[in-house]
């Protein structure tokens, strides 16, 4: 009964940090969303393997620029997109908040 508890307990804290960082993971995931769509843009408009290279390198450096600006790790990341994609009240929580972006 007390592990019961315990791990209720360790859920609860779990969902309240999600749900404080949720905006934060919000701006990430537009900011992600951009970086993408620019690539697949540049993509669209190269056609030499030398400037695709170059097109996953400055799309490489931007995503770590993002991670580098919020203090998040790609597995943190990684992480909330699986919260979000498996858990339908945080993902109609976070659709709100993008709303208000």
């Known amino acids: ?10 859920q609860q804290t779990a969902l309240e940090i999600a749900e404080q960082r949720l905006p934060t993971f ?3 995931y537009l900011r992600m969303a951009d970086a993408a769509k620019q690539f697949h843009e540049g993509l669209g408009r190269t ?15 931007r995503i770590a620029r993002i991670f580098q600006d919020y203090d998040v790790t790609q597995e943190e990341y990684e992480g909330f997109i699986l919260m979000i994609s498996g858990d339908p009240m945080q993902r109609e929580i976070f659709e709100r908040i993008l709303e208000g972006l």
């Open 1 to 10: 009964m007390a592990m019961t508890s315990a791990s209720t307990a360790l």
């Open 26 to 28: 919000a701006r990430i």
């Open 47 to 61: 056609y030499d393997d030398l400037g695709r290279a170059r097109l996953r390198e400055a799309l490489n450096l």
